[in-house]
């Protein structure tokens, strides 16, 4: 049986989330918007690619599970179940953005 301690979600702060984003530059990581196709196409991070928390199972069903993640939504709430998704598909390497995008913008804002 999996204790809990190996289910934390790996978060980020947005300064160490910005950091995290050479990363995916380079190929490295993919980065993930959960949040519905209407708020990505309002707003994204550049670089990221849009799989629903809804679509998790299916969208990312065909990726190596050793790729390292970071994922995001707008406030952090909807990470928190695409990381139960992914960790359930055998994902281990998920980092999510602590407080979502929202919290991305008031880093900037500064």
């Not at 190996?6 to 160490?16: L, Y």
């Not at 959960?34 to 708020?39: C, L, M």
């Not at 707003?43 to 993640?69: A, K």
């Not at 281990?92 to 991305?104: C, F, K, N, S």
Request: charged content about 35%; hydrophobic content about 40%; aromatic content about 8%.
């Amino acid at each position: 049986m999996e204790d809990r301690a190996s289910r934390e979600a790996a978060k980020a702060a947005p300064e160490h989330f910005i950091a995290l984003l050479e990363i995916v530059e380079k190929g490295e990581c993919l980065l993930i918007d959960v949040r519905n196709p209407e708020e990505f196409r309002a707003e994204r991070i550049e670089g990221s690619m849009n799989v629903p928390v809804d679509s998790i199972r299916s969208g990312l069903s065909e990726l190596d599970r050793e790729t390292p993640l970071l994922i995001y939504c707008k406030t952090g709430k909807r990470c928190f179940r695409a990381f139960d998704q992914l960790h359930d598909m055998g994902f281990q390497h998920i980092t999510m953005l602590d407080g979502g995008i929202e919290a991305l913008k008031a880093y900037y804002r500064k």
